[in-house]
């Protein structure tokens, strides 16, 4: 019956979308007038998706790389629905918080690696982000060293859409014509060994791309660094995984030149790669850590960042406020949802299963890929996963339109319901940390179909 309702209501559904509905990241030319709005999507179980017309579709995305408990889940339902019957919203502006609130710091502070103990929240990452850049400059004025306001972040790093978060970000098309980056966010080579590594051994190139960093640094004069960003592995990049060599250096080069040392977590905090968070596996202990998505499971908007104590300790000590917030900051129904969406991460114990099970079935799987004459590398860590498309795999070359292939190549996946995604000519992997193992061969199975309707679409 529902089915039903929702198939003679696409039509109108997708009239609405074009007529009245300005999607984020769509080229609307494209989607209002060809394509003739967006496919609905009506309801999620599990790993699944369901679109208005009744179709089952896999979600190799888990959402935005954020749904790691999967969809429908009642307890995480429940905690928002008692927690808004209790106390809907209240803010903690002026000398007040809420138990959720707190509670979610402790939580926090107990799991974040090293001293981050401290939490400020907004309710996305690009907020947090923001956050970041306006907290470490008020550090750097109450450390005594006000000149310290400049930002290091990677070429090709997404760290979102405000316009601070798309300046720390270094995607052009995000820039250009929009008066990006603005002053004070410099850019350096990403640790992408593919395309930038050439006769370097990856660990060689690593030590490059991080001593890249250095340069910057010197280059701008070390008294005018505040801080380097940086995913532990970058996302929305491309899944560029880093060589060893690299994040162990550029630890040491922030420390050296005290730059505080900035990872955001947003895609690989609470598990994504079969860690807790990214920065462990790398074994670096950020100053500030930013966390978002995987923190509710996308279920209410929520986000992070972790302060390491010695920062909120001169803070604390120096006193002048903080002049910075958002209305839902610490948001007591989100917190409620995180707190409960950790504590069944912890119960089904997914953090190990990831690094233990499905993250090295879904390597496995992968590199069974590479006969493929399309792939040129496969790389993942836990459940974060990438299949390189090349046109030639000696020389690791690429199309002309970067891109295209790509683009090709996800279009089939979502034409036969598997949903992942295409940056440049890179497909990308982040499924529900729920997946099963039968489930992560169908997401392979249907990609390798999707792989040869390409190839035979490019000729
Ligand atoms: N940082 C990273 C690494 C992300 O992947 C994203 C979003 O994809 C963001 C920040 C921005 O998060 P939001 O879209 O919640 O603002």
Known sequence: ????????????????????HLNPFSDYRTLKTRDGGSRIIVRGEGVHLYDSEGQQILDGMAGLWCVNLGYGREELARS?????????????????ATPPTVELAEKLAELAPGDLDYVFYGSSGSESNDSVVRMARFYWQKAGKPEKSNFISRTYAYH?????????????????GYGLPLEGFHHVTPPYWYDFGGDLSPEEFGL????????????????????????????????LMPPESYWPEVQRICRKYDVLLVADEVICGFGRTGHMFGSERFGIEPDMMTLAKGITSGYLPLSAVMVSAHIAGKLIEQGGEFAHGYTYSGHPAACAVALANISLLEQEDLVRRTHEETGPHLKARLQELLDHPLVGEVRSEGLIGAVELVKDKQARSRWDDKSTAGQICRDHCFASNIILRAVRDTMVFSPPLIIEM??????????RASLDRTAAELG
């Open 1 to 20: 019956m529902t089915e039903e309702l929702n198939r003679n209501s696409t039509a109108r559904w997708r009239d609405l979308d074009v007529r009245h």
């Open 80 to 96: 928002a629905y008692d927690q808004m019957l209790e106390l809907p919203y209240y803010n903690s502006f002026f000398k007040t």
């Open 160 to 176: 979102g859409s405000t316009m601070a978060s798309a300046s720390l970000g270094g995607m052009k098309p995000m820039q250009q």
């Open 208 to 239: 490059q791309a991080a001593r890249a960093v250095e340069e910057k640094i010197l280059e701008l004069g070390p008294e005018t660094v505040a801080a380097f960003i940086g995913e532990p592995i970058m996302g929305a990049g491309g899944v």
């Open 438 to 447: 039968s489930q992560i061969d169908q997401l392979v199975d249907g990609l």
